[in-house]
């Protein structure tokens, strides 16, 4: 056969837009024109593999991050289709370069081709593997199924993309078309890369809740005060029992991260609902979205693109947050509300609503976990007396630091918590003595063994789970629980009313202002980021 005939077929089976075609006839060291054409033909054939390699990556973190708009779903396709274009290129232009040092090793048979093909392949795929194993938490049913898929399409691809593109070297040694490459693949890869990526598409255009819905609240009228304590990291186990509270063990929230664990406890709505997954995010620039739960090893979103300029890392914003915290939700209904140091929480002061966000509180702390627990307080009870709601809550970090992230000794260790826990012990005495009922929750934190508890001098029915502490914040109040919310009122007040079918979306403004620096320096500092 002759040179013009191979060229021919090669053009008739539409390999690598034609640019294959020449290489085979080239001098392999010594031509300029040879190395050319194996940059095109790898550059090429990394396009390919980048795009349907960027595919089970994306598809995850949409599941995780649900829902995205179009120009994020975009970005984060793109961000990681040039990630693996680049790996991509370097790893078909070392095989082709070691096959042309070893030309004793043609590949006519098509178990010789496919077992090079299949070996480049798993190389390929197995990053992929490595980063999903690498999330905090384990993927759901839509996860499992969406990416095991995708990466089969990836695997089988990037085979036949390799194949291809050391079409050449079969050429150059046996002056024949291998029978494997008899049919074009040019054109169905590409009709299915274009399919999936639609695909990736259409849960940006699929967001069920765009708007907020605004339900009707009959509410109970009451006149109680009360108060909620959040300590995070003290379990029943290590609770003082000189507390004088009626002490209850609960079943910890089913979370993954510090935010998560209590923005479910405080909306009392599942982190499908509230939004909230991690205490870390990164966020692409324009956009309105932060992408949560991202793998430990994603180098890609984690260190390259805030490299480049393309994306940054930051700590949630309050916007983050999709649903209201119950003393939010009684707060716009006319009930005066204080609430400070609560994570995706910012200062606002709307109607009955005092808020106090973490960044002032952690800025001025400077990294030390009993200051936080001191200012925090402070605040809270200076907002107290100068508002006089009938809900206040505050949340405490210090104790959690103290035990599982601070890198202390073991007696710096105790003596540190139980400066923690005298803290809160005073700031019971403190809200008793101006006429509230106290309500203290504990969950353990990242990592740390321990039932929670909840305690009160509020006559409480026994709760078994975490879950019950918001619905009860809403009955003492007056308010009627939501469907959303799995947990009961644990309070005496008998609760009969139908629950309303939700409180709706958080109606939150996108904050104007970039990533305050010091907070996240801060967070570091405490063992929260790292």
Known sequence: MSVDDLRQQLRQRGYLTHGIERWFALDPWSSRAFWLELVLVALKAATLIGVFAALPRTAVMLFRNYPLTAFETLALFLTYAAAWLVAAFVVVILIALILKVRPALPIDTPRALLAI???????????????????????????????????????VVAAIVVSAALLSFSIYELQRVPAIHQK??????????????????????????????????VTRPTNQRVAL????????????????????AVAPLPADSTTERWASLGT??????????AIEGVRFRGSRHILQRISRIDGVLMNAAPLLGIARREPLPPTVRRREYVWEIAARRGVPSVAVNWWTTGDERAGGLVSVGQESIFNAARGDALRVD?????????????AKPRFATVYLPALDVILNRAGYDQTTRLAQSLRALDGVSALIRALRARGYDVILAGLPGDHQFGRGVVASNVHLTSPGSAWHVAPTILDLLGFPLSAEMPGQSMAATPSTEPRIPSYGRRNAAQPAQGVNEEYYENLKSLGYIR
């Not at 480049?120 to 969406?146: K, N, Q």
């Not at 995070?232 to 509270?245: F, K, Q, S, Y």
């Open 268 to 277: 009392g709505v599942r982190t499908e609902a509230h939004g909230v997954r």
């Open 184 to 217: 074009p693949r040019g054109v169905p890869m590409a009709v299915a890369a274009a399919a999936l990526i639609a695909l990736l598409f259409v849960p940006a255009y699929a967001d069920r809740e765009r708007t907020t819905i605004e339900p009707m609240v």
């Open 229 to 248: 304590i959040a300590v995070d990291g003290l379990t029943r186990e290590i609770l003082e029992p000189r507390l004088d509270l009626v002490v209850l």
């Open 117 to 155: 093909s299949l070996a480049a392949s798993a190389l390929l795929v197995a990053p992929v593997a490595v980063w999903w194993y690498r999330f905090d938490t384990p993927p759901t049913t839509a996860e499992l199924i969406a990416g095991a898929a995708l990466t089969a399409i990836f695997f």
């Open 374 to 386: 001191a200012l925090a307080s402070a605040r809270f009870l200076q907002e107290v007396d100068r």
